[in-house]
């Protein structure tokens, strides 16, 4: 296959038309001409994954998150997106996109916490929802966080709104621009990844329990259904997910 066939494979899964005006998914790096046999799926662009690629053979390599963000005035010798192009790696990002798509980071989250009805919610004006809301039944904060630590396997900062935890709201990574609605719809959690403190102040005020579950670990599971969605759409690709860990070490 061709970078440009790999790219055509994820926009069958998360059209790139569907990313937010601000992101950078698509090709960061590289050349969409280039052969491609082994490509490695992973969260994060990082010297491990790119290490991983190389003993791999992989010529390309699948992030959620893009490694060029930002405009750049530089391109240097000591950034990982110099490594790759010079490693010959073309790197796809598969961001807000995928945040979004059918099976995707928000349901795979809603998936994996169990929730049930789980529906997309469309803010308003937007016609692509990252949002997804579900039902649960846990009589008290305390006790939901302590599911969702165990689901996910990391530690959870929570703030307690004093209700029972029904209707839930569910976004990955970073969840404080939906926190507003959120509360203004009456929810009683909202599970994401990271949001401020002056959310977790108000949110607590208004009676609304958020849950931050770490950014890695709202999101990393959607990279081992992403690479299965490839496995099938592109059966003579060989498909490997990358050993990766969140780079936060939590003491308690």
């Known amino acids: 296959m061709t970078v440009g066939e790999i790219i055509n494979a994820i926009n069958a899964i998360a059209p790139f ?16 001409k280039q052969t491609v046999n082994s490509v490695i799926v992973a969260l994060d662009l990082t010297e491990d994954i790119l290490t991983q690629a190389e003993n791999s053979a992989s010529q390309a390599i699948i992030t959620h998150h893009p490694p060029i963000f930002e405009p750049a005035k530089t391109f240097t010798a000591d950034t990982l997106a110099y490594k790759a192009a010079v ?21 795979t989250l809603a998936k994996t916490l169990g929730l049930k009805r789980i529906k997309s919610v469309p803010l ?7 949002l997804r809301e579900g039902r649960v039944n846990f009589e008290t904060a305390d ?3 302590r599911f969702i630590a165990k689901k996910l396997g990391g530690a959870v900062r929570f703030c307690d709104g ?12 970073s969840g404080k621009s939906f ?11 909202f599970v994401t990844g990271e949001v401020s403190y002056d959310n977790f102040l108000e949110a607590k005020q208004k009676g609304l329990s958020i849950f931050c579950a770490g950014h890695f670990e709202t999101e990393n599971p959607a990279m081992t259904v992403l690479a299965d969605l490839l496995k099938t759409n592109c059966p003579s690709l060989k498909i490997t997910l990358g050993e990766q860990d969140t780079p936060i070490t939590t003491v308690v």
């Not at 490693?87 to 349901?107: K, L, M």
């Not at 308003?124 to 990252?130: D, K, L, S, V």
Request: net charge negative; glycine share 14%.
């Open 17 to 32: 038309s569907n990313q937010e005006s601000w992101d950078n998914s698509g090709l960061v790096v590289g050349d969409i």
């Open 87 to 107: 490693q010959g790696v073309s790197i796809i990002a598969a961001h807000t996109n995928f945040d979004a798509a059918a099976g995707g980071v928000s349901d």
């Open 124 to 130: 308003p004006g937007e016609t692509i929802a990252i």
């Open 143 to 145: 006790e939901f966080a």
């Open 162 to 173: 004093g209700k029972a935890i029904k209707r839930v709201a569910v976004s990955g990574g």
């Open 179 to 189: 926190v507003n609605y959120v509360i203004e719809e009456g929810y009683d959690a």
